[in-house]
């Protein structure tokens, strides 16, 4: 059963414009969410995250939405550029669904292609 | 900054050979994971540990075996490596506490022949 979805398994979006990155939850008991970054034959690297208690966190070009009732958050890059191109995901902490209290459950990533 | 690292960016091995990957961090963190990365698949978890000697098992722990004798220092161990064990294996470590994300090494690409 995954409890974290990113439907999307690629996405292309031209240089300057918004890039939309979506990610839906099952399991009410996450309450921290987060997205990594990762090239390729790189490790992921953290973006940003979002607490359950708030509905948006922005840094930068980056702003992440959570709406708790309907159990999904989005990534919001603008403008996009040609560097932004990467593997992105989905986590989520608290379920106690795999790696114990500090686990992530992680969604199967979003490929971002920018084009020029 | 907090770094992880792992002793093998590549790695060629065959099929029966034992394995060892090994990570080391050096931020203090309480917690380390290793997870296996392939297409379409995401990031699955293999093992975890919260504190010294101590570990757990993930998502998908047959076939591995861990080792942690060091706060710093995480091993994953391929006891008698398999073609379907080549994957890009990913080593991470955090603080323990809600707010606290997980910090990755660069990986290791194994490939089993």
């Known amino acids: 059963d995954q409890q974290v979805k990113q439907n999307s398994p690629s996405l292309s979006v031209q240089e300057g414009r918004i890039s939309i990155l979506n990610c839906d939850y099952t399991?009410?008991?996450?309450?921290?969410f987060l997205w990594y970054k990762k090239y390729p034959a790189e490790g992921p690297t953290f973006l940003i995250s979002i607490s359950s208690i708030k509905d948006k966190n922005e840094d930068g070009r980056f702003t992440v939405f959570l709406n708790k009732s309907a159990k999904h958050l989005s990534l919001h890059i603008v403008p996009s550029q040609p560097g932004d191109s990467a593997v992105y995901f989905c986590a989520a902490k608290g379920g106690y669904s795999g790696g114990g209290a500090d686990g992530l459950t992680f969604g199967k990533g979003t490929h971002l292609i920018i084009q020029p | 900054d907090v770094k992880v690292t792992q002793s093998s960016r590549y790695l060629v091995k065959r099929t029966g050979e034992k394995v060892f990957l090994e990570c080391v961090q050096d931020?203090?963190?309480?917690?380390m994971f290793w997870y296996r990365q392939d297409p379409g698949l995401g990031l699955r978890l293999i093992y975890f540990s919260y504190d010294v000697k101590m570990k757990e098992k993930g998502d998908i722990p047959e076939g591995y075996s861990v080792s942690r004798e060091k706060k710093e220092r995480f091993s994953l161990i391929l006891e008698s490596a398999s073609t379907n064990q080549t994957s890009m294996y990913l080593c991470a470590s955090s603080q323990t506490g809600t707010y606290n994300e997980q910090f990755f090494g660069p990986g290791t690409r194994l490939t089993v022949l």
């Open positions: 931020m203090d963190h309480e917690n």
């Open positions: 399991n009410s008991m996450f309450d921290y």
